[in-house]
């Protein structure tokens, strides 16, 4: 069965720190590009982080730059992201995602998410 599965969600204080993972099934991640969405209440859903396939380079959204971190065990299947000094608005559900193209078509796989709840 092909799925992404998130963990690592939960409530955190300001200042405070979680890893989030996302393990595969099904196919392999190191085929894929990789990134992390979050969806606050009552806003779109938008990037946070992505990792080339190609060579490993990490993108990140402004927000998030110099506190978050992404990265992938390609042994395990399995991408995270390391968030650092966390910040209310950095409240949302955290979705993982793969993307390749496979010929004409596009391949994309989603998580159903994880909550992170940053408050005092």
């Known amino acids: 069965q092909v799925q992404l599965v998130e963990s690592g969600g939960g409530l955190v204080q300001p200042g405070g720190s979680l890893r989030l993972s996302c393990a595969a099934s099904g196919f392999s991640l190191d085929a894929y590009l990789i990134g992390w969405f979050r969806q606050a209440p009552g806003k779109e859903r938008e990037g946070v982080s992505c990792?080339?396939?190609?060579?490993?380079?990490?993108y990140y959204a402004d927000s998030v730059r110099g506190r978050f971190v992404i990265s992938r065990d390609n042994a395990k299947n399995t991408v995270y992201l390391q968030m650092n000094n966390l910040k209310p608005d950095d409240t949302a559900v955290y979705y993982c995602?793969?993307?390749?193209?496979?010929?004409?078509?596009?391949?994309?796989?989603w998580g159903k998410g994880t909550l992170v709840t940053v408050s005092s």
């Open positions: 990792m080339m396939r190609s060579d490993g380079s990490p």
């Open positions: 995602h793969a993307y390749r193209i496979a010929g004409d078509a596009e391949v994309t796989y």
